[in-house]
Every structure is written in structure tokens, then in C-alpha cells.
């Protein structure tokens, strides 16, 4: 147990406590960005990986969760209206505003919401034996929907602008150095955690009704299980990773807005687990990290290359190693002890 | 957890890497860097790569004079992808790790909200050259562009000369358009006009046979567009094929320059007015200059822009700026700033003290069969800039004041 | 005519312009179970087509070709090594999608181009323009030309018998590849006359695929997959529709309106429209 636990231990170690001190303010701040990425990367992980639902909406959940805590951090400020009601001529704080600034209902807004979508979402869409691409249609449909009515609602929302300029997060200044190193690690904490949790989850027998709803679904049901509920409960959680995951982004990154929550962010993250290696939670939490970090060195090389490249990744992992990087070194492992 | 040695190694070494790229080189003491941001990339890199270029021919101009303060500029270009949040993170790289002087950059209002928290935490400066919706004046952003009183107020006086007495208010789905349309409402409301119909669509959006259907049926003495990029091409193209002309409705737009001309086919768009501060066709001996260079630099082809003008005013206004501080330190900049005035493409620009926009003139002009816009109507001299359309009576009560 | 008499034939004229889309999907994704990401691009290429060669009517068999060649080779090179693997080729081809974007960036440049509309398509009937009517007529020749093909010639029918069973289709002797190619080939290059009509309308630029992919997919899916009548009926249906909400509401909220409906509606037929009815274990 200790053993195989071992290398995972010794990522996290690493990840928690050398890199506050090796990097400088502006890359731990990025690297806090993909992790919370990778934490949504973990729930497709679990939902796509091993219940096999493809999950192209994830950004709503993720955007849901951002909004509460942006939502918080707006009213925390305090001296009247956030300052884009100001410029959409709103004169009142909307009822909807009013409970979130109690940073307990926000912050549980940003799980529960999702959850709660997720589980309604899941209810109808599973009980009716939509799966597959419709299943995957429906949520980017979801996505492209969302993003609709956020930046039509500007004087509720922001619009298109989304929030921004927060100052500070529980008494603390956002601005300074140390909010953000203590932020990076409540982000790492989470993601471990979470990680932790997901594994334990999938290994249990639950985890392997999953999987076993997955590869043939009919049959799991001439079993008597009830794969809908199953899956229904997965997509929720893994809903509930994407709102956390949301929440702590908004006061990493300072900004949270539709761009973030659309269609191709979603499709990015599937990407990401994808190349990182779709079976393996490691392998999803790997690839958010990597193309987090290939996206923002390569585009500060060069613009239209990375288009190019993320292009011909897909392709690449897609035909060469569909079980992504893990796989990959799965594979090559095997080569070498045989 | 089977997490092999290759991907241990792999993560240490994207954690290597990401620390080796954080050293920025030392300053080199006969330079100075300045950042460069706009989206090269995604929908808005069509609008966006121009205002780089002109800001790059601009650097080329000041380097080819000696530079700033005896310091030969060196450009720090990065793209903002056309995504908000990734201006404010290449924002953050450009100061903190790049230590720029000063940014130009951003086109869109959410791109240019975004970035304004990192330039008030770091206290930075950044030049944003496009015409907005205003009700902002960050002490850290100078705008180069036009504010709501230089280009939609003087648009609607124009059309209320022309005996315009009832409008039809098309706009793409964000922060400018309904800004914009707030004011005209109560422009009009003021001035005997009637507004027969509002209107958003979703940015990016293609279909309006509705809209113009709508339209149609309100039978607007003009219609003023606010849409956003390719809804443009659209709207037009369908507004023409249902019957829409210039003589009996024209359409007034505010976000359409000599470059989207092209794009949305000059038989669709012309003969419609426009409204900005300068045209390719402005009469100044600067502009003859600017556009001849601007040629020269990057093709016979290629046609000069009122944001492009803008950017490239606003690295010579900076220039000035640190020439009259003595030094690059931005509070020593910002300080020196005021007043600053330069014969510019479209005339005189002059930095107001106040608000940090620029005294600019208004210009409104028609689209040509050839693709160009000739200026019919101009307000005079440089209007003062004022965000908050605080010298307008009728405007008291719109937001933000 | 009061204005929402006239939002009728506009309902049914964005109607033709989804079907015109979606019609090819119907092969790759309906027939196939190919979620082309791509599709949009193969759009966009036709458009391009029709930039090239500056002439409409010319521009709609090149562009057929063009698209038609794109997809094989799409098909060829690499989709055939998924079709056991449906949700990857979404991910595949959005890669593809994404190529073929910056690809025509960098060969057309970022700015849309513009396409002359032919003088005869100027003026219209009551309030259709002649564009729209021209769009109309395709999506209708479209679909009579794709009904033939499927019903009435022998390829057509292996087509169909090996969507129904494959297995069953490879033992009674039809090469299913080549069936799968010709399906494909087919498909892409309808999408390519697509592009062609869309350029009447609407911008020629990189992103123009991206603009109609969605409303593509929410076309076939509400139809029911592999259903040429579920696809016309859901095309003229979600085309109303739109038509009527916007009149009503605005665009926004109309597109909002045009999901929540499709949503809804695959609650009380999870199928689509019209289902192919099959035996198959999943």
C-alpha cells in the first residue's frame, strides 16, 4: 500500500512545497490556474474515463461555481453595487445577488449548485437512455446555452465582461504575494484530497458497477442495478469537482467570464484528459497540467502555432495512444520488462 | 497508483522549465521594453493585428529617431488569444516578468476590464487605442481612442441634422452596444426623436433575417448599428437583399472601419455612413505620411484604420510623455502627460488632464464604392474628452455619474 | 402583410439554411455514427470555393469535389481506425477542425473575403429575397438528390443496409469500406455546397464554421440519426421556431428557447423524431 502510494506522495510533496519556492509570483500563480483545472480534469476523468459519459458541458458547472464565489467577492468589497451593475444601470442589488454575500452560501452554491444541476440534468437525460453522443451533444448544446443567457443578463452578470477586479478574499489582499502562495496551496490541498477521494471511489464497488456500466450498460440494468442512478450520481460528482474547482479559480486568476465556460474551453479540458490518459485519474489531473502549461509557453512563442499544435495533438493521441501519456508509459514499460 | 518514473520525470521537469523561463533577462541599459498585446489569434486577431502592426511601424519611426531618452525601443509582443482572461494573465507576465515600461494594447471593453486590475495592483500603464462606451478613468490606462462624446454623440447629431427623426438601435450582445444605446435613448428622448425599436443578437451571430425584418416593419428613418465584427457582414448582406438602401434607411455604424469594408463586400455597405475620428482619407500632412509608411512597411494593399491610427498615436504620445518626465517611471510619466499636445493623422491630439482620454475630432464620413470612407461632416476642433458625459445635461441620471 | 405573417417563409428560409447544413450530416454522423467536429470546416471550405472561383453556380459542383476530397481523406486517414470508437472521432476531428481553421488563416488571411452575389440573385418576392429562395430550392434539390441516391441506386441501398447491420452488410458480400468511404465523401461534400449558399448570406471567414456546427448537430439529433425525413422535419420545425421566438423575444433568448425545446423534446422521444428500429445489444 505504502509503496504504490509512493510516487504519488512524492509528486505531491514536490508540487506543495518545492514549487512556492522555486517559482516566482507570476508562475505560481499559473501553475494554481491549472491545477484547478485539473481538478475539473478529474471529474471528466471519473465521468468519462470510467463511466464512460463524455461530457462536453463540464464549463457550466465550472462556470456556475465561479460565479457564486466572483458573486461573493463582489459584495465582500463592499461601498455599494458591484461596478458593472453600476455602468448597466442597475440601481438595486436583485434578490438573487443578496444571499451570496454570506461566504457559507457561496461557497456551497458553488458545489451544491452544479451538484444540484447535475442530478436534475442527469435524472432526466439517463432515465431516458440518452447516452453516448447524444449525451455529449446535449452538454455542449448545454455549454453554448449557458454562455447565452450569461451574457445576456449583463446587468445580473457582467455580460461578456464577466467580473473582475476583486481586492480581497476573506480579510485578505488578493494583490499580495503571500494570498496567493497561501491560495496555490489550499488549491494543491484540494486537488490532493479530491484525488484521493476519486481513487478510493473508483476502487470501491461502486467504482466498479462504473466501469461496468460503462462497457455494457444494458447488461449491467438484466442485473438488476440501475445503471441511470449510477451514472446520474457520478455526473454529479463529478459536477461538484467542477463548481470547487470553479470556486477557487475566480480568486487565483481574478476574473471569471462566458469566454471561460463555453464550448471550447469544455471540449479543451476533454482534450487535456485525453492526451494525459483517460483511464487513469493521475493520467487527467497530468494532461490538465500539461496543456495548462503548453498552452500559455506556446502561445508566448508563437500565436497560430498553437492551434496548430493542439490540432495535431488530438490527432496524435488520438490515433498513435488513445489511453493518452499513462498509457504510454504504461506501455513502454511493459516493453522494457519483457 | 501505478504513476511511472517517465511522468514523475516529466512533471519535474515542467516545473524546471517553468521556473527557467521566469528569469527574465537584466534590463539592458540602452533599452526599453514596452509590451505589445493584442489578440493575434482567435476572432478578434482580424482587428487586433493591425493595431500591432501600426504600433510596430510607430517604434520603427521612434528607433529610426533615436530612440527615447537615447534608448532604442524593443517590442515584447504576446497575444491575448481574443480571450479576456488571457489579457489580464499576459498582462501580468508583461510587468512583472518582462518589467515593460508601458503596454498598448487590448481592443474589446471586456479585454481592456480585465487588464485594468493588473495595471491598478502593479501600477503600470497600459495605452488602449480603440473608441469605447466610456464611463471609466483608471489613473493607470490612457485612451487614445474615442469616448461615447466624441463618436456616438456626434454620430447622432449628424443624423438629426439630416432630419433623422426616428432610429432603429441594432447591436451585438455586450457591454458597448448597450451602453451606447442607453445614451442615444436619452439623446433622443431630449432631441424629438423617436427610437422604434433595440435589438441584440449574440456575438458571432449570422442569421438576421428577423432583425431586418423587424426593422423593415418599423420603418425607421435610419438605423444605428452597434454590431460587432462578422454579424456585420450578415446583417448587411441580408439587410441588402431585403430591400435596405442607403437612400431610404441608412445604417449608421460605429464598429466598421476601411478594414471590415472588404469583408462585407463594399455593394452591401455603401453609400452608408460611419462615424469615427479618422479615415484613411483625412487630409493631414501626418496622415499623408503615416499611410505612405504604413504602405510601405506592410503592402501597397493594405489600408489605414481609425483604431490602427490610434495605437499608432499612442506609442508617439507616450514617447513624448517620457521625453517630458525625463524617465520611464510611470508615476513620473503619468505626471508629465497632461497636455501633451501632437499633430497627429487626424489632426491635433492632446492629452486632457482630467480623464486621460485624448481631445480628439469627430468625423463622419460615407462608404465609398472603392472601399474607402470620405468625411462629410466634422465636429470643428477637438472635442473634450468626457466619459461620464458630465456637460450633458440630458445625460444626468445614465449610470455611473 | 403584417410583420408576423411574414416571420412564416423567414421561419422556413432559416429552416432550409439548417437543413442545408445538417444534410450532410445526416451521412456522416446519422449514417455513420461519426460525430464530424470537422463538418464546419468542410463548410467553410466550400465558401472559399466559392471565393476562388468567384462564380456561384460553378462554385457548387467544385465544391462538392473539394469538400467531398477533404472528407475521404479524413475518412482514410484516419476516422476508419474509430468506428468502434465514436465519442474519440468527436475529439479527432475537432483536432481536425481546429488544423483546418488556422489553415485557412494563414492561407486566406484572418479578415472575411468577400464573395460577389450574381447580379440574377438581386431583388425577391414579397419578403423573401431571391437568395433565400435560391437557398430554399437547394436544400430541396439536396434533399430529393440524397432521397434518390438512397432508395433508388444500388449503392445507396448497401449504404443503408450496411447502417443497419454492418455485420450483416460485410457477410452478404458489400465491401463496407468502400461503402464507408462513399458515405463519407458524400456527406462532406454536401457540406461544401452548403458553404457555396452560405456565402450569400452570410461572412466568409475562418470562424464561419464554428458559427453554424452547433445548430447542425441539434438538426440531426432531433431528427433522429440517420433519418433524412426526421432531418427535414426537425430542420423546418427548429427553423420556425427560431423564426417566431425572435420575432417575440430577441436572439438571444431565442436561441436559448431553440435548446431548451430540443432538450425537452429528446426527453419524450430520447431517439430523435423517427428511430431506426435495431436488435443490436450495446
Sequence with gaps: MIRRHLPFATVAVIALVAAPLLLEPFRLGLLAKYLCYAIVALGIGLAWGQGGMLTLGQGVFFGLGGYSMAMYLKLAEGGGLPDFMVWSGVEELPALWVPFANPVFALGMAVLGPVALALVLGTLVFRQRVRGAYFAILTQALAAAMVILLVGQQGLTGGTNGMTNFFELFGQDLAEDSTQRGLYLVVAGVLGVLYLATRQLVQSRYGRLLVAVRDGEDRVRFLGYDPALVKTVTFAASAGMAGLAGALFVPVVGIISPALLGVVPSLELVVAVAVGGRHALAGAVLGAVVMGYAKTALSEQFAGGWLYLQGALFILVMTLAPKGVVGLAGRLRRARTT | ?401 | MPAFLNQLPIGLSIGAVLLLIALGLTFTFGQMGVINMAHGEFIMAGAYTAFLLGDLLAALPVAFLVAGVMGLVLERAAIRHFYRRPLDTLLLTWGVSLVLQQLARDLFGAPNVQVPAPSWLAGGVGILPYNRLFIMGLAVAGVVAVWVYLTRTKLGRRTQAVVQNRQLAATSGIDTGRVDMLTFFIGSGLAGVAGVALTLIGPVGPALGTYYIVDAFLVVVAGGLGQLRGAVLAAIALGLLNSYAEFWSDASLAKVIVFAVVIAFLQVRPQGLFVLRSRVLT
Design chain 2, 1 to 401: 497508483m501505478r504513476i511511472s518514473r517517465p511522468i514523475l520525470s516529466g512533471l519535474l521537469a515542467l516545473a524546471l522549465t517553468a521556473c527557467g523561463s521566469g528569469a527574465a533577462p537584466a534590463a539592458d541599459s540602452d533599452e526599453i521594453k514596452v509590451g505589445l498585446l493584442h489578440s493575434l489569434s482567435g476572432t478578434m486577431a482580424i482587428s487586433e493585428v493591425t493595431v500591432r502592426d501600426a504600433e510596430l511601424l510607430a517604434i520603427e519611426e521612434i528607433n529610426k529617431a533615436g530612440g527615447v531618452l537615447g534608448k532604442k525601443l524593443v517590442p515584447v509582443v504576446e497575444d491575448g488569444a481574443s480571450d479576456w482572461p488571457t489579457f489580464a494573465e499576459k498582462a501580468t507576465k508583461l510587468i512583472r516578468q518582462d518589467k515593460v515600461a508601458t503596454v498598448f494594447g487590448g481592443w474589446t471593453s471586456a479585454s481592456r476590464k480585465a487588464m485594468l486590475p493588473v495595471f491598478e495592483r502593479y501600477k503600470a500603464l497600459l495605452w488602449y487605442p480603440v473608441q469605447y462606451e466610456g464611463l471609466e478613468s483608471s489613473p493607470y490606462i490612457f485612451y487614445t481612442g474615442a469616448t461615447t462624446n466624441q463618436q456616438i454623440i456626434p454620430g447622432l447629431d449628424y443624423l438629426k441634422e439630416q432630419g433623422k427623426k426616428s432610429l432603429f438601435l441594432v447591436g451585438s450582445d455586450y457591454v458597448f452596444p448597450r451602453t451606447a444605446n442607453k445614451i442615444i435613448k436619452a439623446y433622443a428622448a431630449s432631441n424629438g426623436m423617436t427610437i422604434l425599436g433595440e435589438e441584440y443578437t449574440p456575438l458571432g451571430h449570422t442569421e438576421y433575417s428577423t432583425l431586418v425584418n423587424k426593422v423593415m416593419g418599423a420603418k425607421p428613418d435610419a438605423v444605428f448599428n452597434t454590431l460587432n465584427g462578422d454579424s456585420n457582414v450578415a446583417f448587411f448582406k441580408q439587410f441588402k437583399s431585403a430591400g435596405g438602401t442607403a437612400e431610404s434607411m441608412p445604417v449608421l455604424s460605429v464598429s466598421i472601419a476601411e478594414e471590415e469594408v472588404t469583408g462585407i463586400g463594399v455593394d452591401n455597405v455603401a453609400g452608408h455612413p460611419v462615424a469615427w475620428n479618422y479615415y484613411q482619407t483625412t487630409d493631414t500632412p501626418a496622415n499623408t505620411a503615416f499611410v505612405k509608411a504604413y504602405k510601405a512597411k506592410y503592402g501597397a494593399a493594405k489600408v489605414t484604420s481609425d483604431p490602427m491610427e490610434a495605437g499608432y498615436n499612442a506609442v508617439y504620445l507616450w514617447a513624448e510623455a517620457v521625453k517630458k518626465a525625463g524617465t520611464t517611471e510611470v508615476e513620473a510619466v503619468r505626471k508629465a502627460a497632461p497636455g501633451i499636445a501632437l499633430e497627429r493623422p487626424e489632426g491635433l491630439v492632446t492629452i486632457d488632464g482630467d480623464n486621460q482620454h485624448m481631445y480628439k475630432t469627430a468625423r463622419i464620413g460615407i462608404i465609398q464604392p472603392d472601399g474607402l470612407i470620405k468625411q462629410v461632416w466634422d465636429s470643428d476642433r477637438p472635442i473634450k474628452p468626457d466619459p461620464y458625459l458630465k456637460g450633458y445635461p440630458w445625460a444626468a441620471g445614465l449610470a455611473g455619474q
